[in-house]
């Protein structure tokens, strides 16, 4: 089966960085962090104080008010990428094109905040005070759904839920559905908006989040410093096509997307396989898938954490798949800045990776104060960098020991 090529040709992002992908990538590139004292729940219930949270959200914006009543925040969040994608796409979906057009949008935990409101009012007021929208509004796939409703899309309509992969997961699933003709184009990432009493309060008994309290500090990936993850919420969304399709219609193109690769560790239900063994096997997996050697990957935007086994471990992995060539890549991890998006962490790593293929400029590792002797690459520390990138590999690795891996290329024709 000849395999078609597959394209970038619209993106969208709601962050801790701003509601914009140019927010997005000004201050990912300046170093700025979006990260902060916690004010969605009261912070002084929870060891960990600070969050990447999204500012200034107007659901109106996007979409119907009445709609976003029915939808928990996770979703108006994927709805409002989406329709920043498709406008940057200039993509309009007509009866004729809709059953070619399909959605592939994940969510790491879903709708939270809708459980935890809706638990309340049932143990207070009983079951009959429980909304009829409550599983509409919780379950994970809900943001696909209602982007497929909203925007008309008919083709095959999915949902992946893997912890922190969920969104490079989902990418590359919707990737392989064009790549084999399955659709023409896909919309496609991942959401989250899990800052919830409930989260906080797993998260933090898992000693998964930083307890340091300093927002400038708490997010430090490779650092020998490192104590744990900050929690962060919003989407990003990609329109993936043919180039068959994107050349139809004179679209813009950003990038193509050549490699995928998704493993299992089989090890642990949240600690990473010892040296990063899943990590190196996806990533090995999408540069065969991409028949790429190892040695033209430039830029790599990191799982990178900043917990100290998946810090540690990614960087064994890297070390394993690209030997002599991992001192010369640039690896940076933007979650220094955003925090970890969880289900949504992927896919805005991946506007993150395009971004720097487009306009030659690598973002940072900010907070990178003491090296670790473990952790000893080059993690474009502080400041971002001017350099040709014209592949990069995006890694995302979830709990239940989910790895996935995605590759970049410059287009050309």
């Not at 009012?121 to 009983?126: A, D, L, R």
């Not at 998964?208 to 969304?237: C, H, K, Q, W, Y």
């Not at 997307?257 to 990533?283: C, F, K, L, N």
């Amino acid at each position: 089966m000849e395999r078609r090529r597959v394209v970038v040709t619209g993106m969208g992002a709601i962050s801790p960085l701003g509601l914009t992908v140019e927010q997005l990538w000004q201050r990912l590139t300046n170093g700025e962090s979006g990260i902060d004292y916690l004010t969605k729940v009261n912070k002084e219930d929870f060891p960990a104080k600070v969050a990447g949270e999204v500012k200034d959200w107007d659901a109106s914006l996007y979409m119907d008010k009445k709609e976003a009543k029915r939808m928990d925040l996770f979703t108006q969040y994927a709805v409002g990428a989406a329709r920043m994608a498709l406008e940057d796409a200039n993509l309009m979906i007509t009866e004729e094109l809709a059953p070619r057009v399909g959605v592939w949008v994940g969510s790491g935990i879903g709708g939270m905040a809708t459980y935890e409101e809706q638990f309340n009012k049932f143990k207070e007021k009983g079951y009959r005070r429980v909304s009829p929208f409550f599983v509409p509004m919780l379950i994970p796939d809900m943001a696909a759904g209602q982007i497929s409703i909203i925007f008309g899309a008919k083709g095959i309509n999915s949902c992946t839920v893997t912890a922190c992969a969920t969104g490079t997961n989902s990418i590359g699933d919707a990737f392989k559905v064009i790549e084999r003709g399955d659709a023409d184009v896909m919309i496609t990432g991942g959401a989250e908006a899990p800052l919830t009493n409930m989260a906080f309060a797993g998260f933090s008994s898992a000693k998964a989040l930083s307890f340091n309290d300093d927002p400038s500090t708490a997010s430090r990936p490779f650092d020998l410093n490192r104590d744990g993850f900050v929690m962060g919420e919003g989407a990003g969304i990609l329109i993936l096509e043919s180039l068959e399709s994107a050349q139809a219609r004179g679209a813009s193109i950003y990038a193509e997307i050549v490699g995928y690769g998704s493993t299992g560790d089989a090890y642990h239900i949240t600690a990473p396989a010892e040296e990063g063994e899943g990590a190196q096997r996806a990533m090995e997996q999408a540069i065969n898938d991409a028949g790429l050697r190892p040695d033209q990957v430039d830029y790599i935007n990191a799982h990178g954490t900043s917990t100290p086994f998946n810090d540690k471990f990614e960087t064994a992995a890297i070390k394993a798949v690209f030997k002599e060539h991992a001192s010369k890549l640039m690896i940076s991890s933007t979650k220094s800045m955003t925090g970890h998006l969880l289900g949504a962490a992927g896919a805005v790593e991946a506007i993150a990776s395009i971004k720097a293929i487009g306009t030659g400029i690598v973002p940072p590792t900010i907070n990178y104060q003491t090296p670790d002797p473990e952790c000893d690459l080059d993690y474009v520390p502080n400041r971002s960098r001017q350099a040709k990138v014209d592949v990069a590999l995006s890694n995302s690795l979830g709990f239940g020991g989910h790895n996935a891996t995605l590759i970049f290329k410059g287009y050309q024709d």
